[in-house]
């Protein structure tokens, strides 16, 4: 399994746009990128996942440049319930491989 | 269109006692996962099932534990003669049929088992 590397904790303000950079420098050929969100007492919820370049949804953007060495979370115009712990996976198969995570806290 | 239920949320056992650990996938989920998060680290796997089929169970330890996914009924995660060490968040998650389980995976809301 690839090993990932994120920031422990980040603070924010709401409305701001959040960034969490996640390095993954072993990644393998047929890795994917997976990033799930967790709340106190609340298991993990899916955010989004990608391969390669820009994916998008209601919730997310991932950005993964072309060695596929690093990649992105974006969130834009963060609310306070947007404080928790997100999660980079890095994998090719079901078990995910969850590490510490980081912590974004949004401040008012 | 409910998520995945566990129960019970919490669990309080004495060492030595027997824990079961119940989850109910998702409507029209057939595959089950069930990971630990012990204090103050991540989710680990555990064992991935299929009904009334182990298909890998890797991540679980060697004595005491066990799982199964009846044909009829909730998953089951079981753990006998418990220690503290044991004392953890045991999360169950489901997939759909289709995929490799490498996408979504949906989880509930977990069960804080301590042992005293």
């Known amino acids: 399994l690839a090993k990932t590397t994120q920031p422990i904790s980040m603070d924010s303000y709401e409305g701001q746009e959040v960034n969490i950079t996640c390095s993954h420098n072993?990644?393998?050929?047929?890795?994917?990128i997976t990033w799930y969100q967790q709340f106190p007492s609340q298991g993990p919820r899916f955010i989004i996942q990608?391969?390669?370049t820009k994916v998008t949804n209601e919730v997310a953007s991932l950005f993964i440049p072309a060695d596929r060495k690093s990649s992105t979370l974006s969130l834009p115009r963060v609310s306070l319930s947007d404080t928790a712990v997100y999660y980079c996976l890095v994998g090719d198969d079901y078990k995910l491989s969850f590490g510490a995570g980081t912590t974004v806290t949004v401040r008012a | 269109n409910a998520g995945v239920m566990q129960n019970p949320r919490h669990l309080v056992r004495r060492r030595g006692q027997e824990a079961r650990l119940r989850c109910s996938p998702m409507?029209?989920?057939?595959?089950v996962y069930w990971y630990r998060q012990l204090p103050e680290e991540g989710l680990k796997f555990m064992v991935y099932l299929q009904k009334e089929n182990i298909i890998d169970e890797s991540g679980m330890p060697k004595e005491r534990f066990s799982a199964e996914f009846p044909k009829e009924g909730p998953s089951i995660l079981r753990i006998q003669q418990v220690v503290r060490g044991d004392s953890a968040a045991y999360f169950c998650a489901s997939s759909p049929p289709t995929g490799t389980g490498l996408n979504e995976q949906f989880f509930g809301p977990g069960t804080r088992l301590t042992v005293l």
């Open positions: 990608g391969y390669k």
């Open positions: 409507k029209g989920h057939s595959h």
């Open positions: 072993n990644i393998a050929t047929n890795d994917y």
